[in-house]
């Protein structure tokens, strides 16, 4: 069964597995951390990323149904780590690469963690995250009870709430919804049958397809049931008229 690879590694995660970083603040004193006017709001704007075991999950299991196998290696060129992220398939390689420098946090790892994201993203691994500047992520910090000022880890329900929303818009345009589809139609035996309506079950949950595509979905399956059952019934007959 031949599954298309650029369009897996470019499918969405689940959002409750995107994590958020605060990127700019405004009213805030950076040297004392603590705002500027005390009587003006704090407002942050939310950077979105995923952990770098979220990328080697995404290329093991695509890999995986692609009969494909990847690798990396990392090398230092001007101070700066660079990834060289190769995938091997029958007869051919793809070999792509990025860097990062340093990160503030545990500087090696992270610059590993980092380089290797951004070799993923040139596979279409994330790159959809990038869209998040085309949308509101501005939330405001608010004061605890004990004056203290919320932090990143521990932003307003609200705030979480309004970031989940954002995270499914920006998941909307890489959903694989239509790829399965094709897939489902395009299967020849009940074994391909089942094994895509497994797999694509699985995408549709953690995409978080609307109740219209789900619908259509399940129309399609049943389609191609009616289908094997009619090959079925017409293979009895004719082993009958023999």
Same mark, same amino acid.
């Given at each position: 069964?031949?599954?298309?690879?650029?369009t897996?590694l470019?499918?969405?995660f689940p959002v409750?597995?995107?994590?958020w970083?605060i990127?700019?603040k405004t =009213?805030?004193?950076?040297?004392? *951390?603590?705002?500027?006017d005390?009587?003006?709001p @704090?407002?942050?704007?939310m950077?979105?990323?995923?952990?770098?075991r979220?990328v080697?999950?995404?290329?093991?299991e @695509?890999?995986?149904?692609?009969?494909? #196998?990847? %690798? *990396?290696?990392f090398k230092e !060129?001007?101070?700066r780590?660079?990834? =060289?992220?190769t995938?091997?398939g029958? *007869?051919?390689k793809?070999?792509r690469s990025?860097g990062?420098?340093?990160?503030?946090f %545990?500087?090696?790892k992270g610059g590993?963690s980092d380089?290797?994201?951004?070799?993923?993203?040139? &596979?279409? !691994?994330?790159?959809?995250?990038?869209?998040a500047?085309n &949308?509101n992520?501005w939330? $405001?910090y608010?004061?605890k009870? =004990?004056?203290?000022?919320?932090?990143? +880890?521990?932003m307003?329900?609200k705030a $979480?709430?309004?970031l989940?929303d954002v995270?499914?818009q920006l998941g909307?345009s @890489?959903?694989t919804?239509?790829?399965?589809? =094709?897939?489902?139609?395009m @299967?020849? #035996?009940?074994e %391909? &049958?089942?094994?895509v309506?497994q797999?694509?079950?699985?995408?549709?949950k953690?995409e978080?397809?609307?109740?219209?595509n789900i %619908?259509?979905?399940k129309?399609?399956i049943?389609?191609k $049931?009616?289908e +094997?059952e009619?090959e079925k019934?017409?293979?009895i007959?004719?082993?009958g008229n023999e």
């Open positions: 069964m031949i599954y298309n690879l650029e897996l470019k499918a969405p409750d597995s995107l994590s970083r990127g700019n =009213n805030w004193d950076r040297v004392n *951390n603590k705002p500027k005390p009587n003006k @704090v407002k942050a704007q950077l979105v990323y995923i952990d770098s979220d080697q999950d995404r290329l093991d @695509v890999c995986d149904l692609c009969a494909w #196998t990847w %690798e *990396n290696d !060129v001007s101070g780590l660079v990834c =060289n992220l995938l091997r029958l *007869n051919l793809i070999t990025d990062a420098g340093d990160t503030d %545990e500087a090696e590993l380089a290797l994201k951004r070799a993923a993203v040139l &596979f279409g !691994v994330g790159r959809y995250l990038y869209n500047k &949308f992520t939330i $405001k608010e004061k009870e =004990n004056g203290e000022m919320e932090t990143d +880890f521990d307003p329900k $979480k709430e309004e989940a995270a499914r909307e @890489v959903k919804y239509h790829y399965w589809l =094709n897939m489902i139609d @299967v020849k #035996t009940e %391909e &049958f089942e094994a309506r797999i694509a079950g699985k995408y549709a953690r978080e397809w609307s109740a219209g %619908e259509t979905f129309k399609h049943e389609d $049931k009616k +094997f009619k019934e017409d293979e007959q004719a082993d």
